[in-house]
């Protein structure tokens, strides 16, 4: 089968399937996570699936199981996901909920998923324990999850037209609306991802790294992360989006990209005035959700050590599907 053919998408099974395709390919963490302390500031394809493991595992022992809704609500992180694929193992189906919502938000998702599971954190903590429909023996701490045993269960993989994973509208108008995918959806939309990826030429730098800072709870992360360990690329998920962290971190760890929102470009562009050099490996900008000004995209196409970088816009519809891309040079 091609890298390119159509094949539904179940979380766990395409990350156990890139694991031992490309066990030893590098992710790089610029924080450590929370939920996965001990993958520490490096970490592989292999590593980080074996401690997912266990974290299914745990979140078995506490009652988890095929058909739930658990709610991932915590800081804003790499491990969200990495969590979600946890949750998928067993079958589970989790809610990426961003971290900023208030208590009454969430209140109305636990009414809409008839009592869920929440997975919350130090971040979260504090609002989860204003929730008050939500049953207690089913909000579970990271630091609760993290000292419960480990004892092995079969993998669950949900029917392909199931609803398998959830993330919500920006909810700028008012309550987010909750939106559904199955593994044949997100397969659509990974079959697509998974073709712009292979326009990266992979022979023209010293380094095929993917650097990225993208909201963990937005369908563009899962769709992109799959894609990527699909295709065996290195990656560095960035926690911190401070400019002057991320250049050090670009510095440390070159990349052949990097993607991330488009107030993170304006941001960033003042440093990368300031030490172009920091971005001059870069060949590929991918920029999601929402317009970016020319001036911006100028800036750093200009600190390539190449003419032929591109800045690639991208706009979803996260609820049914499309895309549309637009791929910039400074020509």
Known sequence: MSILDYRPLNLYTNYREAAETFPDTPIIHDEVLPAFPELGYRSTYRSSHEMILKRAYQLASLGVQAGDKIILYKSSKFDTYL??????????????????FPAE?????????????????????????????????????????????????????????????MTHTSGTTGIPKLI????????????????IFTKIDRTKADSDLIAFHISPVHSRFNIGISSLMAMGFPMMPLANANGAHVVGMLKEYPPIALETHPNNFVQWSFVAKEQ?????????????????????????????????????????????GPMILKAHTLE
């Open 83 to 100: 969590l979600a694929t946890a949750a998928s193992y067993l079958g589970a189906v989790p809610a990426m909920i961003s971290y900023h």
């Open 180 to 195: 559904c995918h199955s593994a044949n959806s997100m397969g659509w939309r990974t079959k697509w991802q998974k073709t």
């Open 105 to 165: 938000t969430i209140e109305v998702f636990v009414d809409r998923l008839e009592d869920p599971y929440i997975l919350f954190d130090e971040e979260t903590e504090g609002r989860v324990a204003q929730v008050k429909n939500s049953s207690t023996d089913k909000q579970i701490a990271v630091r609760h999850l993290l000292q419960q045993p480990a004892e092995p269960v079969e993998q669950t993989e949900l029917p392909v037209d199931q609803i398998s994973y």
């Open 276 to 320: 172009p050099d920091a971005f001059a490996n870069i060949r590929y900008y991918h920029s999601t959700f929402d317009a970016i000004n020319n001036q911006t995209m100028a800036t750093f196409l200009n600190t390539s050590a190449t003419k032929e970088a591109l800045f690639l816009q991208v706009y979803g519809q996260s609820e049914c």
